[in-house]
């Protein structure tokens, strides 16, 4: 996929408030200091397109970015460790799951994971609670750049076999560096023939 076009176009508290579900939806979702916003900037080749921060909790907001005029990428606050107060804790939460239920055009959930660390019970259930409500999701492992590739994917298989302990089937995903790019290709791939499958489902139904 060629981005020719990515801006943002709105920031919204409430799930009802977001842009009309007109267009296939991608959500990028992870724990605090994940690299979400650097992901981001890499898969759409804008520095400053979604901002950075060494602050965690630093994206408060459902914010919209229109990608080719033709799909919607969403940055969802993160999850987990940030620190904010209870009470703002447990309104993005509700904010946040309101979203991953109620939006229509939700297509996937992209939920992100820093390779660095072995798995954290906090994506775990993360995870189960995206499987659990039927919504679809694949794994993106960040960071990559940081650590041996060996080290990434001694990590990414202690994931994929924890998970197996209470999945029947396992979510697809993906290794990524927002330093040199790793995984761009695969990861725009993915969205193209997801939205081309759509397309050619609707026109099926039509």
């Given at each position: 996929?060629l981005?020719?076009?990515?801006?943002?176009?709105?920031?919204n508290?409430?799930?009802e408030?977001?842009?009309?579900?007109?267009?296939?939806?991608?959500?990028?979702?992870?724990?605090s200091n994940?690299?979400k916003?650097?992901l981001?900037?890499?898969?759409?080749n804008?520095?400053?397109?979604?901002?950075?921060?060494?602050?965690?909790?630093?994206?408060?907001?459902?914010?919209h970015f229109?990608i080719?005029?033709?799909w919607?990428?969403?940055?969802?606050?993160?999850?987990?460790?940030a620190?904010?107060?209870?009470?703002?804790?447990?309104?993005?939460a509700?904010?946040?799951?309101?979203?991953?239920?109620?939006?229509p055009?939700?297509?996937?959930?992209?939920?992100?994971?820093?390779?660095?660390?072995?798995?954290?019970?906090?994506?775990?259930?993360f995870?189960?609670q995206l499987g659990?409500?039927?919504?679809?999701?694949v794994?993106?492992?960040t960071?990559?750049?940081?650590?041996s590739?060996?080290?990434?994917?001694?990590?990414?298989?202690?994931?994929?076999?924890k998970?197996?302990e209470?999945?029947?089937?396992?979510?697809?995903?993906?290794?990524?560096?927002?330093?040199?790019?790793?995984?761009?290709?695969e990861?725009?791939?993915?969205?193209?023939?997801?939205?081309?499958?759509?397309a050619?489902?609707?026109?099926?139904?039509a």
């Amino acid at each position: 996929m060629l981005i020719q076009d990515a801006r943002f176009l709105t920031s919204n508290s409430r799930a009802e408030d977001c842009p009309a579900p007109t267009m296939p939806e991608y959500a990028f979702i992870g724990r605090s200091n994940v690299g979400k916003s650097s992901l981001i900037n890499m898969l759409t080749n804008q520095k400053g397109l979604a901002k950075t921060s060494s602050q965690p909790g630093k994206t408060q907001l459902i914010n919209h970015f229109l990608i080719n005029e033709t799909w919607y990428l969403v940055d969802l606050p993160g999850y987990g460790y940030a620190r904010i107060s209870k009470e703002a804790r447990a309104k993005w939460a509700r904010m946040i799951n309101f979203y991953l239920r109620h939006r229509p055009n939700l297509t996937c959930v992209m939920v992100l994971l820093d390779s660095r660390h072995t798995p954290q019970a906090v994506d775990l259930e993360f995870m189960e609670q995206l499987g659990t409500e039927g919504v679809p999701f694949v794994m993106v492992f960040t960071k990559a750049d940081k650590q041996s590739s060996s080290r990434t994917s001694q990590n990414v298989v202690q994931y994929l076999e924890k998970m197996q302990e209470t999945w029947d089937e396992l979510p697809q995903y993906f290794v990524t560096s927002a330093e040199d790019k790793m995984g761009r290709e695969e990861l725009l791939g993915f969205v193209a023939d997801t939205n081309q499958q759509l397309a050619a489902q609707a026109g099926a139904d039509a």
